[in-house]
């Protein structure tokens, strides 16, 4: 349940409504340092829930399950926010004073709800079109939408990249677009996907990485990367994602440097490599967990 110790919480998954109440009892017991927000409701009405933590000038952004059935990343976001509530990393006192971090464990809940009730696989969101059902969210930001070469993203609205009839079609990806663009400036900010044990920033949509990569963003991926592995000697590869992963457009780090004007942008692909793939076992959590905050905590470390 969600007032479980932390040791027990991230012992499993769990179900909606109990991450729904283990977000509220969070900010409920740290009532100076969090606050609840959310940045709007999915296509069936569900909040997009967050936390803010800290007080600090520069603003860091970051969600899990934008697709819904890498159940690791919501995992490993809420291990984050424990970690920067009652965590024992002395950085962290500094961390909330220099940033504002805005969280959202469950990016996609309609789709994730459809994980654990008829289809543990299910990728996209809940709006239907005819025989096939959702939309994949990460191909419909409104930045090269509808790049269908290299099967960047699909028309086919039964494919798993199926990029929406329109650019912003889904609310979830239009709440999070506008909840960026509201901030003043946002120092980073992070999808969380699985899984690949991958770090990747933009492009997704153009094999011509942008203007920072080689003097900034490469070199701090390739030390977040190296950070990370330090922990378990879990191997990740750092790069973009035309390169690294596949050609994908319309996806939300590209969105966030292209249009949002975010200049450190990254997609997280956590555990594994396809062992278990989408079905990681719980006894994985804290260990990703532990290596992911090696990796965030290097990139806070060395934002500039
Ligand atoms: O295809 C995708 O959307 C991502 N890979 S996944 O296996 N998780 O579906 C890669 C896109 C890269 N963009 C971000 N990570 N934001
Ligand atoms: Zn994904």
Redesign the pocket.
């Known amino acids: 349940s969600a007032s479980a110790s932390a040791e027990d919480w991230f012992a499993g998954y769990h179900l909606y409504r109990d991450h729904v109440e283990w977000l509220k009892a969070q900010i409920r017991d740290h009532p100076t340092i969090a606050r609840p927000f959310s940045a709007g409701k999915s296509f069936q009405g569900r909040y997009q829930a967050g936390i803010k933590i800290g007080s600090g000038p520069h603003h860091v952004v970051f969600h899990g399950l934008q ?1 819904s059935r ?1 159940w690791i990343t919501g995992s490993v976001v809420e291990y984050l926010i424990y970690q920067l509530l009652v965590g024992t990393d002395t950085r962290v006192a500094g961390y909330l004073k220099k940033y504002t971090f805005h969280i959202i464990p469950i990016m996609n809940p309609d789709g994730f709800i459809i994980t654990q009730t008829t289809d543990r696989l299910h990728r996209k969101n809940a709006q239907r079109e005819g025989d096939c059902l959702g939309t994949d969210i ?1 191909r419909n930001w409104n930045f090269h939408w509808n790049e269908t070469s290299n099967d960047a993203s699909s028309t086919d609205p039964c494919a798993y ?1 199926y990029r929406g009839p329109k650019a912003f079609s889904t609310p979830e990806a239009t709440n999070i677009a506008r909840y960026l663009k509201s901030l003043p400036n946002v120092a980073s900010y992070m ?1 969380f ?2 899984y ?1 044990q991958l770090l ?1 920033t933009p492009y ?1 949509y153009t094999s011509v990485p942008p203007a920072n990569y080689d003097s900034y963003l490469k070199p701090l991926a390739d030390g977040a990367v190296k950070a990370l592995e330090a922990v378990h000697g879990t191997h990740f590869q750092a790069g973009d ?1 035309y390169h690294t ?1 596949y050609p ?1 457009s319309g ?3 590209d969105y966030a440097m292209g249009e949002a004007n975010v200049s450190v942008p990254f ?1 997280f ?1 956590l555990r594994d490599t396809g062992l278990f793939g989408f079905i990681l076992p719980a006894v994985q959590i804290i260990p990703s967990g532990q290596e992911t905050w090696a990796a965030f905590t290097f990139i806070l470390d060395n934002l500039r």
């Open positions: 697709h890498e990460n990249n999808d996907h699985s690949a990747l997704g994602i992963i994908a996806s939300s780090i997609g692909e």
